[in-house]
């Protein structure tokens, strides 16, 4: 079972921008979604975007405007790019990947430890 492994995260003010990966440790090319989930302080895991093999893209708990993911079979990575970054984006983001999109947290497995995203002044 391919395993993820998220970096990026950090402290940024409001406004500023970060971008999170996501190495997977076994081929992405059979993997028709990757997700980026979030869950914020005192809540549970939620979809923020995810992308299919087919380029398509959902962006249901995110701005879209702000955030945009994106994927690289060659390189096994995924990414999200965060922009204007506001204080209710702090979370710890997480990454997965299975054969659906959805905002169905139990649909994926073996969820790693994630990266701390802090947007504060």
């Known amino acids: 079972q391919v395993q993820f492994v998220e970096s990026g995260g950090g402290l940024v003010q409001p406004g500023g921008s970060l971008r999170l990966s996501c190495v997977a440790s076994?081929?992405?090319?059979?993997?028709?979604?990757v997700v980026w989930y979030r869950r914020r302080p005192g809540g549970q895991r939620e979809l923020v975007a995810g992308i299919t093999s087919l380029g398509t893209t959902d962006y249901t708990g995110a701005d879209e405007g702000r955030f945009t993911i994106s994927r690289d079979d060659v390189h096994r990575t995924v990414y999200l790019q965060m922009n204007s970054l506001k204080p209710e984006d702090t979370g710890v983001y997480y990454c997965n990947g299975g054969d659906v999109l959805t905002n169905i947290e139990s649909e994926y497995h073996s969820w790693g430890q994630g990266t701390q995203v802090t947007v504060s002044s």
């Open positions: 076994g081929s992405l090319s059979n993997i028709y979604a």
